[in-house]
Every structure is written in structure tokens, then in C-alpha cells.
């Protein structure tokens, strides 16, 4: 059975940082390219970035809002994968889901930026 | 970045009802298009990718059509469960926006 589990949200204040993880099994992770997607609480879902599969070249993708603020990564020996978020501000409090292409999801870790 | 804009924004229909839910691309995206349902703090499900495609698991009332930029999600005969919050989202470029979403209620 396939399982994304996410950890690491929290209350942080503006310009402070937080590491999110995403613990995954059930399926060869090494080989997935891995996305996070985010949700404001009561708005609709917003593509924050993915990171590629070691072998296809491990490179990354960021949405406009979060470039150059927030940085994803992997640990395919964990099977694990990251969300370094820098800089953070009041309009990234939501809730963060770790997905592969869409098929399968999290359930998603909260992170609130509030001073 | 492709702006994906769904309508309608709400939805009021009654079990057993057909409805409609159109998803537009502000550039053609051929089929690269995925519609998901959320239920109230629930994750994200996928329903139809490839603009047409059933995800497994997903009931044969769900389909999905269109190309380029105008797309659709039909649900047949509407069951209780199947009131929830739908988003379209195009996997043709990056980043890989999602629409606005639809909530779908029961009138």
C-alpha cells in the first residue's frame, strides 16, 4: 500500500524557517518524481514544486511565489522527501501535501506563519 | 503560467442528478488535464487524468472530455458522497496550475 506521511509543520513567525518532510512507502520512490501542493485555509489547491527522480536528473521546479524562498530535496536512502521553506510570510500558512504526479497524497502537515 | 479557470465556482444539484463542471486553459494544453474531488479535510483524490482517462478505483458516473483548451467534468446520476470540491489542474508545463475549484452541494 502506498503511503505519503508528512511532518515538520508548526507555528513559525514571519521570516523564520521550517523543514517539512514527506515519508513515503509502498512504491519504488527512488523513481518517482515528487511534487508538493499546498492549501490556504478555505482556498483552493496551489502547486508549490517537484523534484525529478535521481536518474531522469533530480532537478527542481518551483512555483513564481515561492522561488528562491523555498527548496525541495530527497533522501531516496530514507525515501524521504523535503521542503526547506525560507523566508517564510504570512500568505504561505496553509496546509502542505506531498504527491506524486497526483495519484497519491499525503494527508498533509500544517505550517502557520503568524507573529 | 497557464491560468486554468473553472466554472462554475458553486454548484447546487440533487442526488441523482447529472452535472457539468468546465474547466478553460488560457493556452491549448492538449489533453494534459487531471480532475480531482476533495472532500472536507480529506487530501486531494484523483479522478480523470489525461482529460479523459478514469483513474483506477474512480466510478464509470465520472467522465471527462475535451482537448486544447476547453474541458469537462461530467457526473451522471449524482450519489451523496459525491458532493465536494473539484479542481482541474494542467500537467502540460510548468508550474502545473490548478483551477479555482468548483463546490459541488446538495440543494
Known amino acids: 500500500e502506498v503511503q505519503l506521511v508528512e511532518s515538520g509543520g508548526g507555528l513559525v513567525k514571519p521570516g523564520g524557517s521550517l523543514r517539512l518532510s514527506c515519508a513515503a512507502s509502498?512504491?519504488?520512490?527512488?523513481?518517482?518524481?515528487m511534487n508538493w501542493v499546498r492549501q490556504a485555509p478555505g482556498k483552493g489547491l496551489e502547486w508549490v514544486g517537484r523534484?525529478?527522480?535521481?536518474?531522469?536528473?533530480?532537478?527542481?521546479d518551483y512555483a513564481t511565489p515561492v522561488k528562491g524562498r523555498f527548496s525541495i530535496s530527497r533522501d531516496d536512502s530514507k525515501n524521504t522527501l523535503y521542503l526547506q521553506m525560507n523566508s517564510l510570510k504570512s500568505e504561505d500558512t496553509a496546509l502542505y501535501y506531498c504527491?506524486?504526479?497526483?495519484?497519491?497524497w499525503g494527508q498533509g502537515t500544517l505550517v502557520t506563519v503568524s507573529p | 503560467d497557464i491560468q486554468m479557470t473553472q466554472s462554475p465556482s458553486s454548484l447546487s444539484a440533487s442526488v441523482g442528478d447529472r452535472v457539468t463542471i468546465t474547466c478553460r486553459a488560457s493556452?491549448?494544453?492538449?489533453?494534459?488535464l487531471n480532475w480531482y474531488q476533495q472532500k472536507p479535510g480529506k487530501a486531494p483524490q484523483l479522478l480523470i487524468y489525461?482529460?479523459?482517462s478514469l483513474h483506477s478505483g474512480v466510478p464509470s458516473r465520472f467522465s471527462g472530455s475535451g482537448s486544447g483548451t476547453d474541458f469537462t467534468l461530467t457526473i451522471n446520476s449524482l450519489q451523496p458522497e459525491d458532493f465536494a470540491a473539484y479542481y482541474c489542474?494542467?500537467?502540460?508545463?510548468?508550474?502545473?496550475?490548478f483551477g479555482q475549484g468548483t463546490k459541488l452541494e446538495i440543494k
Open positions: 489525461a482529460a479523459s
Open positions: 509502498g512504491f519504488s520512490f527512488n523513481n518517482a518524481w
Open positions: 489542474q494542467q500537467s502540460y508545463n510548468i508550474p502545473r496550475t
Open positions: 523534484i525529478k527522480s535521481k536518474t531522469d536528473g533530480g532537478t527542481t
Open positions: 504527491t506524486t504526479g497526483g495519484k497519491e
Open positions: 493556452q491549448s494544453i492538449g489533453s494534459y
